[in-house]
């Protein structure tokens, strides 16, 4: 089903490829691509983030959240002073998920590239989220700049304008694929709005830092920056930050498509499993995974536990199975310890989503907090068991792995066929396979996390930067 609405939306985007829409001098199609195709799978109850229902929500905020913004916002501007003086490398963080433990407040590409480059380059650190918690003089906080001069945007935007060049697209989605997406038209207009707006910002400390190369991790908001830097003749990199899937439509183009430019040129992937598929793309850098390097050393004394088993949430899209699926192990394993791996956006209104046999369940633990890191689970379980999650490509060196096959399980299906993954139908064969203590049969798992990432990370920066 997902599979088929995945298919049908790379039909759609190959017939607007050739429709010239254009906001001064920005093509909106490459732009607007990502939120569309949110909007359909939303439109269609298949999207991991049911977008239609962000739209209906209340926007009102209390007066606490309003002075946390104004706070915020001072610290944005205050952070504008580190605009001056030439920078070799930008870094841009896009997401709000920071790393578990004492590092609490870095981002894994703020992290990554902070431990990597910092002691040979100039960097200086950009965040849109209002994520890292970085002061010093390398750091630009933007994420408030973005949310005002967003706000100010209808002084000096046509919305009316750009709202008519994007609902054209809107008619001819519902016309020929029967998807009436009307109701996200203000939010695939937020988003075009965010990206030219952080293009501009990010021009802005191009003028004054000058770097040879831009470094992100891509969430499908970047388009514009993309088209910025190959406009200046700057690298850009896409650091891996998620499961690399070939269904994912932030990776997935047709091969004719004329939006190179919109795109990163480099990619900077954990491993080489599978990389081939999007060479014709991008140029691929296997470089490895330095925040994984450094979970595994820490957690090397955890020893393995026979009884203790790891679930790990996919949100909304398959609650229900694995709630099932957990009690199901608790009855059948009574001496087992199960913990159940909430996803961050879970963490403080999990016990309103989830059945109370969960909580009152002897065996089952709920972890709704990084006080311990994910790999802490990862390297004490026998089995770790999952629908969709980078979490299970995480587990793969350390640990049994069990895909459930509902929801987007298809991304799995790579390293399912490869045999670095088990995978079962329901949840008795999850059962028969671990009483039986059935594993993969491929134990070469350096493809996907490729070795001495510190070292690889510095080579291939050091290549681009002369």
């Known amino acids: ?20 829409i254009k906001y001064n001098n920005w093509d909106v199609w490459p732009i607007v691509r990502y939120s569309v195709s949110e909007a359909i799978l939303s439109e269609k109850g298949l999207a991991v983030i049911d977008h239609k229902k962000i739209n209906n929500r209340n926007n009102n905020k209390s007066f606490i959240i309003i002075i946390r913004k104004i706070t915020d916002l001072l610290k944005s501007i205050f952070s504008l002073r580190n605009v001056f003086g030439t920078s070799d490398i930008l870094v841009i963080n896009t997401t709000d998920k920071v790393l578990p433990g004492p590092e609490s407040g ?23 989220m209002s994520a890292y918690k970085g002061v010093n ?32 697209i809107i008619k001819k989605i519902k016309k020929n694929y029967q998807y009436d997406i009307g109701w ?20 802005i400390i191009i003028n004054f830092k000058k770097p040879k190369i831009i470094i992100y991790d891509d969430n499908g908001t970047l388009r514009a920056v993309n088209k910025l830097a190959y406009q200046k003749n700057i690298k850009t990199i896409d650091y891996q930050h998620a499961l690399l899937s070939e269904h994912s439509i932030i990776y997935r183009h047709n091969v004719n498509c004329p939006y190179v430019s919109y795109r990163p040129f480099y990619y900077m992937s954990w491993g080489s499993f599978n990389i081939e598929k999007y060479n014709s793309f991008y140029k691929c850098l296997p470089v490895g995974n330095l925040y994984f390097d450094e979970m595994v050393l820490q957690n090397k004394y955890i020893k393995k536990e026979k009884e203790t088993l790891t679930i790990i949430s996919d949100g909304e899209h398959t609650r229900k199975d694995l709630s099932n699926l957990a009690l199901s192990l608790a009855d059948k394993f009574p001496n087992s310890k199960i913990y159940y791996k ?21 065996n089952i633990v709920m972890i709704d907090s990084n006080e311990n890191p994910l790999y802490y689970y990862l390297k004490k379980s026998s089995y770790i068991i999952g629908t969709n999650s980078t979490a299970l490509i995480e587990s793969i060196p350390l640990s049994n792995v069990i895909v459930f ?48 990432s510190l070292e690889n990370i510095r080579y291939e920066i050091k290549k681009l930067m002369t």
């Open 1 to 20: 089903m997902i599979e088929n609405e995945l298919n049908k939306f790379m039909c759609l985007d190959e017939e607007l490829m050739s429709v010239n």
């Open 106 to 128: 870095e981002t894994l590409v703020t992290w990554t590239f902070k431990k990597a480059l910092s002691e040979n380059y100039k960097v200086t650190f950009i965040d849109t």
């Open 137 to 168: 003089k390398n750091f630009i906080n933007i994420s408030e700049l973005l949310r005002l001069f967003r706000y100010f945007s209808k002084y000096f935007i046509n919305k009316s304008k750009l709202i008519n060049l994007i609902k054209p």
């Open 184 to 203: 996200s038209l203000n939010q695939i207009y937020i988003s075009f709005i965010n990206q030219i707006i952080l293009a501009k910002l990010i021009e």
């Open 342 to 362: 909430l996803r961050f956006e879970e963490y403080r209104n999990w016990k309103s989503l989830y059945d109370k046999d969960l909580s009152q369940s002897k």
């Open 405 to 452: 096959k509902r929801g987007w399980y298809f991304e799995m299906n790579p390293f399912i066929q490869n045999n670095l993954l088990l995978s079962a139908n329901n949840v008795d064969e999850i059962l028969k396979m671990i009483s039986s203590k059935i594993s993969p049969n491929n134990l070469d798992t350096e493809i996907i996390f490729k070795k001495n």
